[in-house]
Every structure is written in structure tokens, then in C-alpha cells.
């Protein structure tokens, strides 16, 4: 079947340090790769997304590419921000009669000054 | 603002009660989605509708009775829950396109049932 497995939270880091995220998935075929991230009393919103092996996803400084070699698809940033605290939440895109978004169980990250 | 409004943001209702959660979009996209959000576990779809037609139920309990009367409105019917079925419930909307398919969220509507 499909499915998504992140790393367990939380994450705690000081601000400006590095951030990884792990993301490994199972799927038929090719799925389409997507982090989406859910600040506090919000829904969640796309970070970045990479549609094919080898492509590197990025956005805010966020990062994750592609790869099927070890079906991955890690969240990096090289210097996190208090304003980066929120749960990230790695996903897969199925495709068939209609497109289906399967999620992770999210990360939470909290960033101190 | 995402273009993806839920009411009420915040709900607590007894086993007997009925309630209904309520999603609006005004972004013209065509398919809409349930979502269940409970602690440390993935995000469990619930159901999708696809042109206002339901195309996905995912073994849910018959406690949840979705409804889709246009493209733009989204209704969860709640009725005589258990106490587990608290959670946060997110709604979404999307216009399926492909392979770079992006959902677009609600805030959600925190559930308790006591």
C-alpha cells in the first residue's frame, strides 16, 4: 500500500542551526512528493513539492529532494528561525480516478532564540 | 488566508447531541476533502468529493454523514459520537490538476466530545 513515515518529534534546535527532517514513503508507481507545514491554530499550507525522481523541491530556505533510490524525501534548512516552530508534515500524491494526498504523522519542530 | 473557511473553529458536543461542521471555498476548485487530525497520528482522510460527487469513504463510521450540495460548500453531519471521535476536523479543496496537485486547508474545527 502507500504510505508516509517521518521522524518522531519534537525536534528542538537553537535558532540559526541546521534543520533534517526525515521522510521515507512507500508507494505504487511514481507518486508526486510534498511537505506541508501547519503553524499554530492554522490549517496546513504546501511548503515545497517535487514531482520526479532526482527533482529538489525548495521554498523559504526549505529543502527536500527526491529520491527513489532510497524512496526519501527529506526536509533540510541550513539555519532555522523562531518563526520556522510549527509541525511539518511529509506527503504522497496517488494518482488514479482521482488524486488522493496521503500524510505522515507530522514533526514537530521548535526553534529557541 | 487560504480561501478555505471552517465553522465553528471550535466545537464541544455531548454523545446525544447532532452538530454539523461547515466548509466553505471561494478559490472555484472542483474537489473537496475530510480530514481527521488527531495527536501523533497521520492525517486519516475521511472522505473526497469530486465534482460534488463522493468519490472516497475510507471505512468511516456511520456517525459521519458528509454532504456536498455545490462545489463550494462542504458539510460533516455529526451524530451520537464516542468520546474518541475528538480531534481536530480539516477541510480542504483542490483543483485537480495532475501531478502538481495542491490542497489548500481550512484552519479546522476543534472537536470534543465529552
Known sequence: ?113 | ETGVTQTPRHLVMGMTNKKSLKCEQHLGHNAMYWYKQSAKKPLELMFVYSLEERVENNSVPSRFSPECPNSSHLFLHLHTLQPEDSALYLCASSQEQGRNEKLFFGSGTQLSVL
Request: glycine letters at 10%.
Open chain 1, 1 to 113: 500500500g502507500n504510505s508516509v513515515t517521518q521522524m518522531e518529534g519534537p525536534v528542538t534546535l537553537s535558532e540559526e542551526a541546521f534543520l533534517t527532517i526525515n521522510c521515507t514513503y512507500t508507494a505504487t508507481g511514481y507518486p508526486s512528493l510534498f511537505w506541508y507545514v501547519q503553524y499554530p491554530g492554522e490549517g496546513l499550507q504546501l511548503l515545497l513539492k517535487a514531482t520526479k525522481a532526482d527533482d529538489k523541491g525548495s521554498n523559504k530556505g526549505f529543502e527536500a529532494t527526491y529520491r527513489k533510490e532510497t524512496t526519501s524525501f527529506h526536509l533540510e534548512k541550513g539555519s532555522v528561525q523562531v518563526s520556522d516552530s510549527a509541525v511539518y508534515f511529509c506527503a504522497l500524491l496517488v494518482s488514479g480516478g482521482y488524486n488522493k494526498l496521503i500524510f505522515g504523522a507530522g514533526t514537530r519542530l521548535a526553534v529557541h532564540p
